[in-house]
């Protein structure tokens, strides 16, 4: 289905409409987010497509994190953030009052920028999503860490020593030990912030690769400032100035005839 | 010959010349109570109960009173200065009331520690009706070193990255299972570190317990929280200000001097241990 789409231009046209209430997963409704008194997110609204990797492109400092974040609350941690507008997830606005955020949190995953995992062992780091959620069957756990680690392609590498401290992995080994972490809890949705701008070309190949594979099973929106990689990986781009969505579309339109001149600027690199 | 280099091994020499007389000063105390102290101790001394009207015998109950001092400090004021701390680092919202809170904790640290003494009198000795006892006594040396607890506790969470915090909750976890799974494991040492050095601290007090738990001689030894006890700091105040026989009064003081300081080292030491085996565990 996927595939056809993507070939047929002429389908595009006559199923747009359809499809978008089909598969929204997430849609996200004049959002604005303050910081003290900055306007970070300026009336943003985009949907976002299940099963299909959503990327947010921009300049430094434009509210890419602080929308990414948004969408599982993360910014809610943050003292002075004030957020207006609203976010459905399948179509339940998630900053109601009466919303669980521990839930919404448990469904909408996410990898940091910077990868931060516990000073535990690696087998440890993966376990603790599981038993904080009430998995206590050792053999289910073992399991899940398994499936996950391969999910996140690290399994062969650490498969020998998952007691060791996941601090004693390199840069790369745990960033995908966090991606690992943040899929064994099974969430629907996975928020990627910048998750390669530490790693080396090989590390974030593997982790592109990892992405493709992940959006059979996850609905995917990842934070990049790589223009290749955005090109690369995703279905759909949003892109971002100063706290404003400028223009979001399917990533093959953005990427060869964008509608609007400060995108094509910016994807050339004729810009800031 | 080059001015920056002749300012530089001024500069240095000026802080070196500080650092060695700390270092002097701090050896001088231990030496000058090591010599005087060391003639009278031996098993006898720190096994036995006074006799002859504190003119011969050992310093058990003084001992024995500190350390149950200590303890009960302990038990008050570290569950409960680690649990005020995490209320105003973590729950509380960071606003003017909690704000004045540490500005009241900082001014507490301040306050001259015989103040805490007759506070203890009047609340715990009396208000309270716990008497001149253990319990009053260990309460308001528990109270003298909640503000250190707090503090040592604060920082000890606030350099806790909030990567892992943000980690944790992303994965669903509850405000609570993040601190106690996630923040405390990682502030342990910390707290336990500061607050050790403030017990031990404490264990050299005289004042706040000098309305509020010792006596100068007991007969037996304190049998429970209620009992009255000797002490350490004032029992070596005692010897040296009471009592007809200095001749025979002080070399029991400088003995008791020379434990006193052997248990705060001792103290510190274990901070120390506890503070290095963590960090030898954790490299964030
Ligand atoms: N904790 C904060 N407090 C105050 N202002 C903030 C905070 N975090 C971000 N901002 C501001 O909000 C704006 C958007 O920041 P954000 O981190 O979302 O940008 P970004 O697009 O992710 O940038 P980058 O690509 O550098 O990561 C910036 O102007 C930033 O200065
Ligand atoms: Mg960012």
């Known amino acids: 289905m996927v595939i056809e789409i993507q070939n047929s231009k002429f389908k595009i046209k006559n199923e747009k409409e359809e499809k978008i209430e089909k598969d929204i997963r997430i849609s996200i409704r004049d959002l604005n987010i303050w910081y003290a008194n900055t306007r970070a997110v300026k009336d943003v609204s985009l949907d976002i497509e299940k099963n299909k990797v959503t990327a947010i492109i921009g300049p430094s400092g434009c509210g890419k994190s602080t929308l990414i974040r948004a969408v599982n609350r993360m910014n809610d941690i943050i003292p002075g953030v004030k957020v207006k507008g609203e976010i459905l997830l399948d179509g339940e606005n998630i900053y109601d009052e009466d919303v669980d955020v521990v839930t919404i949190r448990r469904m909408v995953g996410m990898v940091f920028q910077r990868s931060n995992p516990f000073p535990k062992s690696i087998f440890e780091n993966v376990a603790y999503g599981l038993k904080i959620n009430g998995f206590l069957r050792k053999k289910e756990i073992a399991e899940r860490i398994e499936q996950s680690l391969k999910d996140a392609a690290l399994w062969d590498e650490v498969k020998d020593r998952l007691g060791d401290s996941a601090l004693d992995l390199s840069g790369g080994q745990q960033q995908r030990l966090c991606i690992a972490r943040a899929l064994a809890v099974e969430p629907e949705v996975v928020l990627f912030d910048e998750p390669c701008s530490a790693l080396d070309p090989v590390a974030t190949a593997r982790i592109e690769e990892l992405i493709q594979e992940l959006k059979e099973k996850y609905t995917i929106v990842i934070v990049t400032h790589n223009m290749q990689q955005a090109a690369r990986i995703s279905d759909f781009c949003a892109f971002l100035m100063l706290g404003e969505l400028i223009e979001f579309d399917k990533t093959d339109k953005i990427f060869t005839t964008p509608s609007k001149k400060v995108t094509e600027d910016y994807i050339t690199g004729r810009f800031g | 010959m080059d001015i920056r280099k002749t300012k530089e091994f001024i500069g240095f020499g000026v802080l070196k010349l500080a650092a060695v007389i700390v ?143 943000e980690a944790s909750l992303a994965l669903g976890a509850t405000k609570w299972q993040t601190i106690s799974k996630v923040v405390l494991p990682n502030a342990v040492s910390g707290m336990l570190t500061g607050s050790i050095l403030g017990i031990g601290r404490a264990a050299g007090e005289t004042a706040p317990i000098l309305f509020t738990a010792v006596t100068f001689y007991s007969v037996r030894l304190p049998r429970s929280v209620f009992s009255e006890v000797q002490a350490l700091p004032y029992h070596i105040y005692a010897l040296m200000t009471e009592g007809t026989h200095p001749e025979a009064q002080i070399p029991i003081a400088y003995g008791a001097a020379l434990v006193l300081v052997s248990l705060v080292l001792g103290i510190d030491l274990i901070a120390i241990i506890i503070r290095n085996r963590f960090r030898r565990r954790k490299k964030w």
């Open chain 2, 23 to 165: 270092l002097l000063a701090l050896f001088t105390i231990l030496y000058f109570v090591a010599v005087r102290g060391i003639k009278v101790i031996n098993w006898e001394f720190l096994t036995q109960m006074p006799r002859s009207g504190m003119t011969a015998g050992g310093i058990l109950p003084a001992i024995l009173g500190t350390f149950y001092l200590t303890i009960c400090a302990i038990c008050f004021a570290l569950p409960l200065g680690v649990a005020a701390a995490i209320y105003l680092t973590e729950y509380a919202k960071q606003g003017r009331l909690v704000r004045i809170i540490r500005i009241g904790i900082n001014n507490l640290a301040g306050v001259p520690s015989v103040v805490f003494g007759l506070f203890g009198l009047a609340v715990f000795v009396k208000f309270c009706g716990f008497g001149i006892s253990i319990l009053s006594g260990g309460l308001t040396l528990g109270i003298l070193i909640l503000p250190t607890i707090i503090r040592a506790s604060e920082e000890a969470l606030m350099v806790v990255p909030r990567s892992f915090r």
